[in-house]
């Protein structure tokens, strides 16, 4: 069941992240990590869930799913904070763990042009959110499919808990992306099957952060 705190292409692949998937040096978009709100009801019902296995789900939308091993995603190298500004190269794009700035940023949606700097979205991951992105120049109807997305609850969460919306800063090759700590869902079209492989992700990792639900900016 899909249910119950709202806050502040082609053929598809499986791809693991061993160490380093992409290189790319980010240093950060907007610098808000308190901004963010819930977006307002887009008007847009979408469809029910139709397929609840995420790699299912994934290779029927073309999407792509990154993973590394955990002992990499896990490790203290890159789990350390650095001062906010560090350039920091991240394995993946977009990025789903490595080093990140002291602050994590808050839940909720971010208008395009106040995305938080990656630093603080990499730590936001840390504690077991959920973020979904998409490149910049995403079609309105698409965005508001999003944000009815971002407002569903899913699983034993509510419309927005644990989950980040915001327009992607890094450059990243998908049109719509979904990033937990070590895990990526990358799509490079958005089509009608990327909704039930963003439902998917969500609930297969909200929460599954090396550290635990609730914890302070650590």
């Not at 490790?75 to 190269?89: C, D, E, L, M, Q």
């Not at 698409?142 to 927005?160: D, I, M, T, V, Y």
């Amino acid at each position: 069941m899909r249910r119950g705190w709202i806050a502040g292409g082609g053929a598809a692949g499986v791809v693991v992240a061993a160490g380093i998937a992409v290189a790319v040096v980010f240093g950060g978009g907007g610098s808000a990590t308190r901004s963010a709100a819930a977006p307002a009801s887009s008007g847009v019902k979408l469809p029910p869930p139709k397929i609840t296995s995420l790699p299912a789900a994934a290779s029927v939308a073309g999407c792509t799913l990154i993973s590394p091993p955990a002992s990499v995603a896990l490790s203290p190298a890159n789990r350390r904070h650095v001062a906010p500004g560090t350039k920091v190269v991240y394995a993946t794009n977009p990025p789903s763990y490595g080093p990140h700035y002291p602050t994590p940023a808050s839940d909720g949606y971010y208008r395009p042009g106040s995305t938080p700097q990656v630093g603080n979205l990499v730590h936001a991951l840390e504690h077991g959110r959920v973020e979904y992105q998409y490149r910049p120049g995403l079609p309105e109807a698409h965005l508001k499919e999003l944000q009815a997305l971002f407002n569903e609850p899913e699983g034993q969460w509510s419309g927005g808990q644990l989950l980040l919306l915001f327009e992607n800063t890094t450059g990243m090759r998908y049109a719509v992306a979904a990033t937990a700590w070590g895990h990526v869902l990358g799509c490079k079209t958005f089509n009608a099957r990327v909704i039930d492989a963003l439902r998917d992700f969500r609930l297969a990792y909200t929460n599954r952060g090396p550290e635990n639900l609730g914890t302070g900016p650590e």
